[in-house]
């Protein structure tokens, strides 16, 4: 099931009903509820897969009790990596084994060597499994650093793990956030639901009009970019960077917003990151719950900045290469990880890896500064190229995009095959970043407006966009399901 489907709009009332006006101040009963929903809201992709989601909520259920049961180091040690080897595992067999079958194959081809691909394990990859099996991981490694006690109600934990507002694609949430909130009473708040609904119906319009509307011009751009000229590349390009972040923050934005209605609060995972004005504040606006996990659970343990200059860019790249691994099991996101790496170490070595981490674009002015603006836009160039790496589908097709937009200078009027009017993407995409300009101070308020029939507008005006440009022909599902 996904958030932009028929299903979800029926189902999603009913649950909030039985939760509010059948279970109210029945907290157990609210969270096997929960519980039920996400296991149908992922089961009607695929129920065969339920079955993952189990066993990791069981392995890390019985390693969170043992590890807390134990004040021997050894021990604490040996079962938090029980939960680490268990979870990569499931990741390594349905994620990674085939590629580095493919890859082993590869390399004895270069020496001519021809191995048959008889290794090679016919799998689906699970929709989520690199989310929840790195959210269930997480709540080991708190248990272990002592930053959390853990429970031993296991319906209310398996809720934790599989809490459908953010199963599938985040935001990949601490369990001292959400473990906490599962577990105590809620209660229902008119103003959450309402923040809860605007927050889902912007997240709707940015996956409807704007992932939606300009990913079969990207895909089309994408497949035939050797007929195309730099001009029409460079657009594809910079589409793609306006599609996938449409489509993930779309994802997050009603994730957020959803859990809203059950009195649950998730971390936010965007925070403009077209605005950012170096990499490293890129990095902390973009995917943010990656990010921090990341960062709390790899890069903190490496060391972090705290040793000499060559340990921390050491640690920097490991961060970024694994963050571009668990994209997915294709050399082009390594590459692309790499590629981050190499743009945040001079950040890094110049001391301006903080320096924006409090604050946004003009902060206390209507207009950025030309400086301002010149860095944002230094940042999005270089943050779109790298996506050259992470929309390809091999490495081949990345260089070759690369090497036809360094060559073929040459202008071309795009024209899509379908006779989509440029102009109106264009104009939408324009006013799209104009209005998150404006909203730049608060993610969580999209329709900030004090006055009511301001805000009416808005509602109308998003309304009549989504109707606009749905298709029904346009392939809904989520671009990061694939991760």
Partial sequence: MVFNSLEFFIFLPVVFILYWFVFKNHLKAQNVL????????????????????????????????KIDATTVAKQRKRWLWVSVIFNIGLLGCFKYYNFFVDSWIDMFSVFGYELKSTWMLHVVLPVGISFYTFQTMSYSFDVYYKKLKPTSDFLSFAAFVSFFPQLVAGPIERASNLMSQ??????????????GLKLILWGLFKKIVIADAIGPIVDDIFANYNSHSASTLILGVTLFSFQVYGDFSGYSDIAIGTSKLFGIELMSNFKFP?????????WQRWHISLSTWFRHYIYIPLGGSRGSRLKSIRNICIIFLVSGFWHGANWTFIFWGGFHALAFIP?????????????????????????????????????????IFFRSASITEAFGFIH????????????????????????????????????????????????KVVRFIMYTIVVLAMLLFYDSNVDRSFIYFQF
């Avoid at 077209?274 to 890129?282: H, L």
């Avoid at 006013?431 to 006055?451: A, G, H, N, W």
């Fill in 182 to 195: 599962i577990l105590n009473k809620r209660t229902f708040n008119y103003n959450q639901m309402v923040s």
């Fill in 404 to 451: 036809r937009l360094c060559t073929n200078f040459t202008y071309e009027t795009y024209l899509h095959p379908l006779g989509y009017r440029m102009m109106d993407y264009y104009i939408l995409i324009i006013l799209f970043v104009v209005y998150e300009y404006i909203i730049r101070k608060d993610e969580r308020s999209p329709f900030l407006f004090t006055s």
């Fill in 347 to 387: 950040v890094f070595l110049l001391g301006r890896n903080a320096v924006y981490k409090d604050t946004v674009i003009a902060q206390n002015s209507i207009f950025p500064s030309f400086t301002e603006l010149g860095q944002v836009l230094l940042t999005f160039v270089i943050v779109t190229f790298s996506r």
């Fill in 34 to 65: 929960l519980l039920i929903a996400s296991y149908v809201f992922y089961g009607m992709w695929d129920w065969r897969f339920l079955s993952l989601i189990l066993l990791s909520t069981c392995v890390d259920y019985g390693v969170g009790l």
């Fill in 274 to 282: 077209n605005f950012s004005r170096n990499v490293a504040e890129y």
